[in-house]
């Protein structure tokens, strides 16, 4: 793990083997840690990059106002970088998104996990599932609000608990009771938006574009990467990962892997 300094703030990050580089950025359930197997994967061919969102994982968070998509353009200034492949997961999705439209100079492709972009807004049968599965939780109880949104999000509302590996559930848990910190450490900050924000500048996006989600992700998160593939010029709509849900790239790495070197080659 190495920090350096982007726009005032400590980001810690991963920096492994040679080439073009390519950023991987984490889910807002989860941290770096979740890349583990994409970095073993992409560092074959190129330099790969896997950061810690500011105020997320060994990331620091000054009080100072910023964004998440200035930082990722900042981190390319910091290490001398002109461009690189962003790779996103779930809000690091929505963040790599935001970053092409905010700095299109500064990106040169774009793969997308489950990503719910700016803009985007739930459907009721969404809002309804999260009742259902989660239902209310004492948002204090770091603990038991992980426990939920995990059944929610990385288990999925169409598996049950007992069909998923008990270690992936454990150490998406540990991730996201730390996210859920950073969430209500950032929520003290002021945390610039894209604006106007994604959700109908897609044809703006003028990279390649690759688009997946896991079969047991929401519907919404399926519907939407069929957007983004359609609306990008260069979109490319892999098929859904099977037996993943919304941390497809931690659950199962062999198809993201096959995947992103096919895409980024």
């Not at 807004?121 to 599932?129: A, D, I, K, M």
């Not at 259902?132 to 209310?136: M, S, Y």
């Given at each position: 793990?190495?920090?350096?300094?982007?726009n005032?703030?400590?980001?810690?990050?991963?920096?492994?083997?040679?080439?073009?580089?390519?950023?991987?950025?984490?889910?807002g359930?989860?941290?770096?840690?979740?890349?583990?197997?994409?970095?073993?994967?992409?560092?074959?061919?190129?330099?790969?990059?896997?950061?810690?969102?500011r105020g997320?994982?060994?990331?620091?968070?000054?009080?100072?106002?910023?964004?998440?998509?200035?930082?990722?353009?900042?981190?390319l200034?910091?290490?001398?970088?002109?461009r690189?492949a962003?790779?996103?997961?779930?809000?690091?999705?929505?963040?790599?998104?935001?970053?092409?439209?905010?700095?299109?100079?500064?990106?040169?492709?774009?793969a997308?996990?489950?990503?719910?972009?700016?803009?985007?807004?739930?459907?009721?049968?969404?809002?309804?599932?999260?009742e259902?599965?989660?239902?209310?939780v004492?948002?204090?109880?770091f603990?038991?609000?992980a426990?939920?949104?995990?059944?929610?999000?990385?288990?999925?509302?169409?598996?049950?608990?007992?069909?998923?590996?008990?270690?992936l559930?454990?150490?998406?848990?540990?991730?996201?009771?730390?996210?859920?910190?950073?969430?209500?450490?950032?929520?003290?900050?002021?945390?610039?938006?894209?604006?106007?924000?994604?959700?109908?500048?897609?044809?703006?996006?003028?990279?390649?574009?690759?688009?997946?989600?896991?079969?047991?992700?929401?519907?919404?998160?399926?519907?939407?990467?069929?957007?983004?593939?359609?609306?990008?010029?260069?979109?490319?709509?892999?098929?859904?990962?099977?037996?993943?849900?919304?941390?497809?790239?931690?659950?199962?790495?062999?198809?993201i892997n096959?995947?992103?070197?096919d895409?980024?080659?």
């Open positions: 793990m190495t920090k350096i300094e982007v005032g703030a400590m980001l810690a990050y991963d920096d492994a083997g040679a080439g073009n580089p390519v950023v991987l950025l984490h889910a359930i989860a941290d770096r840690r979740m890349w583990r197997a994409q970095i073993d994967a992409l560092s074959t061919r190129y330099r790969v990059l896997a950061v810690d969102l997320y994982g060994e990331s620091e968070l000054p009080p100072a106002p910023f964004a998440h998509h200035d930082d990722v353009a900042g981190l200034d910091a290490l001398g970088l002109p690189a962003l790779v996103g997961c779930s809000f690091g999705g929505r963040v790599a998104v935001d970053t092409a439209l905010a700095h299109p100079d500064r990106v040169s492709a774009l997308l996990f489950g990503a719910p972009v700016s803009g985007n807004e739930w459907s009721e049968e969404t809002e309804q599932l999260w259902d599965l989660v239902g209310d004492d948002p204090e109880d603990a038991a609000t426990a939920g949104e995990v059944r929610f999000w990385v288990v999925g509302p169409t598996r049950r608990p007992e069909d998923v590996d008990p270690e559930i454990r150490f998406a848990e540990e991730m996201d009771q730390r996210a859920l910190a950073a969430e209500q450490a950032l929520s003290a900050v002021e945390v610039g938006e894209l604006d106007p924000p994604a959700i109908d500048r897609f044809a703006e996006l003028a990279v390649p574009v690759l688009v997946g989600t896991g079969t047991h992700d929401v519907a919404d998160l399926r519907r939407l990467a069929d957007r983004i593939a359609a609306e990008a010029p260069q979109g490319v709509r892999m098929p859904d990962v099977p037996d993943a849900a919304h941390l497809a790239p931690l659950e199962r790495p062999e198809p096959k995947a992103l070197l895409f980024l080659a």
